[in-house]
């Protein structure tokens, strides 16, 4: 039972711990951070996203672990200049290092799909 208690304090103090300055997206536009990107496997393809939707690969949408959902992102290859703006609509990744997860689609338009991760810059813009 102590540990029972233990853990939901932990988890109670965790979701009260936000990077993020609020979880409204017109609040966050400006918001930039930088790591690497990846994309998801097809194995993916139709199942139920974070938010409820079915995932498509062929529809401009991210997971991020703290952007509230709905909320539109610039992510930028800083290696060729190129961008794309995504909607955050799942969770993830939860591979230290990566900070968003993009739709074939997606990551296709910034890089190539043989690279697998990329660096990336993402920017809040809606």
């Known amino acids: 039972m102590k540990h029972l ?7 109670l103090v965790l979701t009260g711990c936000s990077s993020l300055p609020s979880d ?3 609040e966050l536009v400006g918001y930039k951070q930088s790591g690497k990107a990846s994309f998801y496997a097809m194995k993916y393809q139709s199942r139920t996203t974070a938010n409820g939707e079915r995932f498509d690969q062929g529809k401009l949408t991210a997971a991020h672990r703290e952007l509230p ?3 539109k992102v610039k992510v930028t290859n800083p290696e060729n200049g ?3 703006v995504v ?3 799942d969770r993830g990744p939860f591979i230290r ?3 968003i997860d993009l739709s074939r689609t997606g990551f296709s338009a910034i890089g190539n799909l043989n690279d697998g991760v990329i660096p990336v810059t993402i920017e ?3």
């Open 87 to 89: 909607r955050i609509n």
């Open 5 to 11: 208690f233990g853990l939901t304090l932990a988890l």
């Open 82 to 84: 190129k961008s794309v």
């Open 24 to 26: 409204n997206p017109s």
């Open 69 to 71: 959902f709905g909320t």
């Open 124 to 126: 809040v813009v809606n």
């Open 97 to 99: 290092g990566r900070i």
